[in-house]
């Protein structure tokens, strides 16, 4: 029974290598790849062995999908969502954006159809820019759609970026839409805003947003990239776009052959990383390039007085830089945002194809989802750790990272949970549950805040979302028996 259980552990992860889990700030969407976890900035989804689609988190902006604009969530303390809150069913896939200050998000029903909400300032909705005034937590007036809005149908796959949107239709079109300063539309054109989809290219099986740069994966495994094209965007030397006197590219612009999705960085108002990808191939190798010839990594050792890293400045390249491997035998990635990244440090996770979770980089937070290494939350790992095995989908919002772990039973069921783990109180982990789980005595936003600094994080995976409370998450393949 044992080596059945195993036999059908090792084929189950070996499907989920072929599926791509969620991601909150580099989320391809890829088609026959849907996502079912998903977070952004401090908002998560996931999608149950039901396909309902349930939210929670940070409520403003109208977030959480059901008309309401007032910031409080079930706590009219908060502005937070702390039950996850079923807002839609029959959904395939979910994407929740990349921007902390304009948060939107997009569903594609088991129809085909491609619902979004949110904010829609710069027409990210892709639905004429129709929308409502809101007051921003910051003072400033903005536009928000509450309610989700049907924008297209027969849709495979989406990407939510910071401000512009792209989706994959069934018969391999890419539609784009959004903000388009840079040319990240890709339709030749920039300094604008296109508020309705408009067709780019077609055969393309990924497109990646984020920032103001899109990437797309065509059928036959090539990549092609267009939007900002500074710091070395493209990895192209000199090349800095198709716009004399700008740089910005505003059309597709091939890059390399073999690859198999893209995952941009997290580094948002970071000088020194400017979104550079991190690039799967086909073969499961992920590689990157440095933005510049004068720094490719942080000196951990290399500080101030003040602690603060020493970065070089950097060295516009006159050709295209090595490519560097980062890691092999990988089936997904992602890029984490936390308070080190302002000084050139990231956290960066990846699912290799055995199922298996590790990370590396900052462990601000705790991030890295270990004790043995939080001793070490200033100085950045060089090295992977492992945090967890059985691992199907893996997303992340700037407190906090969410897994889903799946097993098999000895009874040849599969048991699916999430599991959370960074801030104590961060609204992704439901952090009143999560001061019970630990046994801190404190039951208020500011008493976890103020806890002792060891006692403010969760630093190993802990579950949050099981059944019978909810369905259990499904998997990105759709296989497995309810529970």
């Known amino acids: ?64 999908g059901v008309g309401k604009t007032q910031d409080h969530g079930d706590d009219e303390n908060t502005f937070w969502q702390k039950e996850p809150l079923k807002i839609m069913e029959h959904v395939r896939s979910v994407s929740i954006s990349a921007g902390w200050h304009s948060p939107y998000a997009a569903a594609i029903q088991t129809d085909g159809t491609l619902w979004m909400w949110g904010r829609n300032d710069f027409g990210q909705l892709g639905n004429g820019g129709e929308s409502i005034a809101y007051i921003s937590p910051y003072g400033s007036e903005c536009a928000v759609q509450p309610i989700p809005v049907k ?22 079109s ?29 055969d393309v099986a990924s497109v990646s947003c984020y920032g103001n740069r899109t990437a797309a994966v065509k059928t036959n495994g090539e990549l092609w990239m ?65 933005i510049n010839a004068g720094m490719t990594k942080v000196d951990p050792h290399s500080v101030d007085e003040n602690g603060n890293w020493i970065l070089p400045e950097p060295i516009r390249p006159t050709s295209p830089l090595p490519i560097e491997t980062v890691a092999e035998d990988v089936a997904f990635v992602n890029s984490i945002s936390n308070s080190l990244v302002n000084q050139g440090i990231e956290t960066l996770a990846i699912i290799k194809k055995d199922g298996s979770l590790w990370m590396s980089g900052g462990n601000q937070d705790g991030l890295l989802g270990s004790r043995d290494v939080f001793k070490k939350e200033y100085i950045p790992l060089t090295e992977f750790v492992k945090v967890m095995d059985h691992v199907s989908a893996f997303t992340c919002g700037y407190t906090a990272a969410l897994a889903i772990e799946s097993k098999v039973t000895e009874t040849n069921e599969i048991v699916t949970s999430i599991k959370g783990w960074g801030q104590l109180n961060s609204p992704l982990l439901r952090w009143d ?4 789980l ?26 949050l979302i099981l059944a019978p409370t909810f369905y259990p998450p499904k998997l990105p393949t759709g296989e497995g028996p309810s529970i």
């Not at 198709?242 to 052959?257: A, L, R, S």
Request: hydrophobic share 35%.
């Open 1 to 64: 029974m044992k080596r059945k259980a195993a036999a059908q552990i090792l084929a189950l992860l070996l499907a989920f290598a072929l599926c791509i889990p969620a991601s909150a700030f580099n989320e391809p969407g890829t088609v026959g790849k849907p996502v079912v976890l998903s977070a952004g900035g401090e908002t998560a989804a996931f999608i149950d062995r039901q396909d309902n689609l349930w939210i929670w988190g940070r409520t403003q902006y109208g977030m959480m």
């Open 151 to 172: 924008v297209m149908d027969n849709v495979a796959a989406v990407s939510c970026g910071t401000t512009h949107t792209g989706a994959i239709k069934t018969d391999g």
């Open 174 to 202: 890419l539609w784009m839409w959004g903000r388009n300063y840079c040319g990240q539309i890709g339709n030749g054109e920039y300094k604008t805003e296109q508020k309705t989809p408009v067709k780019v290219m077609d």
């Open 226 to 290: 267009w939007g900002d094209a500074r710091n070395n965007a493209f990895n192209q030397g000199l090349y800095e776009g198709n716009t004399p006197g700008e740089t910005y590219q505003t059309v597709p612009y091939k890059i390399m052959d073999q690859v198999d999705s893209v995952y941009f960085r997290d580094t948002e108002n970071n000088p020194f990383f400017k979104e550079n990808p991190y690039i799967l191939k086909t073969d499961g190798t992920l590689i990157t390039w440095p």
């Open 433 to 436: 549950m999560m001061v019970d």
């Open 438 to 463: 630990i046994g801190g005595p404190q039951k208020t936003w500011t008493d976890a805040f103020w806890q002792k600094r060891s006692d403010r994080y969760v630093m190993t995976p802990l579950n």
